[in-house]
């Protein structure tokens, strides 16, 4: 019942435009193939390019498919493509960073040297190079943007890890005689994963930008699995007489980053401690003051 209501508190702490962008995200990215009212690869050339209807709450697009549930179908795939990326970027940058930090010396400049020659790639041109060498396709895609990502997770965990190595609990374990897996596994491990799990969340906004980006240019996931890039680079040659096709899939874009980026931003701005106000600083001195006037009476 505690952390229920401890999500609770959180949640409420969060811009509520942010929430329901992020829930809608991702109620359609899980039960999108599920409730969508009609197949979204379905064609139909009598209907196509029709705008929206009882039928076709949104529309249909130049093949004459229902636009609403290729949008919904869409999200679950850039869902299940942006966890994946992040998933695997994330195993192998936090593997690399509570390595470099646990172990120090030549082992962390050996890592970090590797980390250092990943951040100054650019991850676009990372995922081309790598798509351009195993081909296109969807786990093509999957594992250059992975490649891509990873380095920025390091750097974040070497950081964390390096700050719970120097606390004074682990100074204690190591004096009591606990093994280094036991520090590594049961303290340094848990301790640097609920940090960067912060930031991924503003990752998963440019992570889909990137999804979306290698689809549209054909490198990513392929026609007629439905995706927001492919629907969009789909739709150009109907932009002025049908920007409907290009808008809509624009606009579930736009939103879903601009969730993820503010989630993102507005947790990491609740991690930083926030300056005392005058009010709540006489308040906590008085407190002070009363416990040390009841420790020299007890005395």
């Not at 039960?31 to 009598?46: N, T, Y």
């Not at 130049?62 to 549930?69: E, K, N, P, Y």
């Not at 689809?215 to 002025?240: H, K, N, R």
Request: charged fraction near 15%; glycine fraction near 10%; proline fraction near 6%.
């Amino acid at each position: 019942m505690r952390p229920l209501v401890s999500l609770v508190t959180w949640l409420k702490g969060l811009p509520r435009i942010t929430v329901v962008t992020v829930s809608l995200f991702l109620f359609f990215g899980i039960f999108g193939p599920w409730i969508a009212p009609m197949d979204p690869s379905a064609q139909d050339l009598s209907l196509m390019g029709q705008g929206p209807s009882a039928t076709h709450w949104l529309g249909t697009d130049h093949l004459g498919r229902d636009t609403l549930s290729r949008l919904m179908v869409a999200a679950n795939t850039s869902l299940t493509s942006v966890g994946m990326v992040l998933a695997i970027a994330m195993t192998i940058g936090i593997t690399m960073g509570t390595i470099a930090g646990y172990c120090r010396g030549w082992v962390e400049d050996l890592l970090m040297r590797l980390v250092d020659v990943g951040l100054s790639i650019p991850s676009l041109i990372i995922s081309l190079a790598v798509i351009g060498i195993v081909g296109p396709g969807y786990w093509s895609m999957v594992f250059a943007l992975a490649l891509a990502w990873w380095p920025m997770s390091a750097r974040i965990s070497r950081a964390v890890a390096v700050s719970i190595m120097n606390k004074p609990h682990i100074e204690a374990l190591r004096v009591l005689g606990a093994s280094p897996l036991r520090i590594y596994f049961n303290h340094l491990l848990p301790g640097t994963i609920g940090s960067v799990m912060v930031y991924a969340t503003a990752d998963a906004g440019m992570a889909a930008i990137a999804v979306a980006t290698l689809s549209f240019l054909g490198l990513g996931i392929q026609p007629p699995t439905p995706e927001w890039g492919q629907m969009l680079v789909d739709a150009l040659p109907y932009l002025e007489s049908d920007p409907r096709q290009v808008i809509l899939p624009g606009l579930a874009l736009t939103a879903a980053v601009i969730g993820f980026n503010t989630l993102g931003e507005t947790i990491a701005l609740n991690r930083v401690p926030k300056r005392l106000s005058r009010r709540q600083l006489l308040t906590r001195r008085m407190e002070v003051a009363g416990w040390h006037k009841e420790t020299s009476d007890a005395a």
